[in-house]
Nanobody, 124 residues
């Protein structure tokens, strides 16, 4: 069982920045990928970004590409999501998740472990 804890959410004005962090209970990351998803009220959970353990490559949804950056600190076994140029439509609860086997990484059903989520609100 992997426990994930997100932190760093909050209220920010449009155009501002936030940095989310996800801490894992594992001492070393053994999964296939770690991803960030978000869910706004009344909407489905959507893919935001992912980073792959074996190659360290990342991928992003089109809506955040160029504004968000996912990174991994292997020594601390944490994954961060740097969010810049935030827009009101980025408002959602953000979740980090671990996928233990290769799969459709943009599909939230491919992930086995989830954090409790952290609220991000972008508003003036």
């Amino acid at each position: 069982q992997v426990r994930l804890v997100e932190s760093g959410g909050g209220l920010v004005q449009p155009g501002g920045s936030l940095r989310l962090s996800c801490a894992s209970s594992e001492r070393t990351f053994s999964g296939y990928a770690m991803g960030w998803f978000r869910q706004a009220p009344g909407k489905e959970r959507e893919f935001v970004a992912v980073i792959f353990r074996s190659v360290g490559k990342a991928d992003y949804s089109d809506s955040v590409k160029g504004r968000f950056t996912i990174s991994r600190d292997s020594a601390k076994n944490t994954v961060a999501l740097q969010m810049d140029s935030l827009k009101t439509e980025d408002t959602a609860v953000y979740y980090c998740a671990v996928s233990t086997f290769p799969g459709r990484y943009r599909d939230y059903t491919s992930y086995d472990f989830w954090g409790q989520g952290t609220q991000v609100t972008v508003s003036s």
